[in-house]
């Protein structure tokens, strides 16, 4: 199995910037893509961005330009580097990761990512 824990969440000011990174552990050799959801107040959780095993990275148009998902596969790491942050981005955000060995995702328990105006 395969265990993802988040940190770097908190409140940050608008225009201002976070760095989220999640942490696996566990049966951790197969992992694929990698992914940050978001789930703001009231709204449905959606994919802010995901990163393959190679690199390859998709952004939700929202947040081009503005963040960056990078992984590191040696450590097991994936960061979502935040940007001029606006109150729109206020969510709890959720680190996923798939497992082919277990053709099934994981998830993290979320960091809570508050943006005052």
């Known amino acids: 199995q395969v265990q993802l824990v988040e940190s770097g969440g908190g409140l940050v000011q608008a225009g201002g910037s976070l760095r989220l990174s999640c942490k696996a552990s566990?049966?951790?050799?197969?992992?694929?893509?990698m992914s940050w959801y978001r789930r703001g107040p009231g709204k449905e959780r959606i994919l802010v961005a995901s990163i393959s095993r190679g690199g390859t990275t998709e952004l939700l148009d929202g947040v081009k330009g503005r963040f960056t998902i990078s992984r590191d596969n040696a450590k097991n790491t994936v960061d979502l580097q935040m940007n001029s942050l606006s109150p729109e981005d206020t969510a709890v955000y959720y680190c996923n990761a798939f497992a082919i060995a277990f053709q099934r995702e994981y998830w993290g328990q979320g960091t809570q990512v508050t943006v005052s105006s």
């Open positions: 566990g049966s951790t050799d197969s992992l694929a893509t």
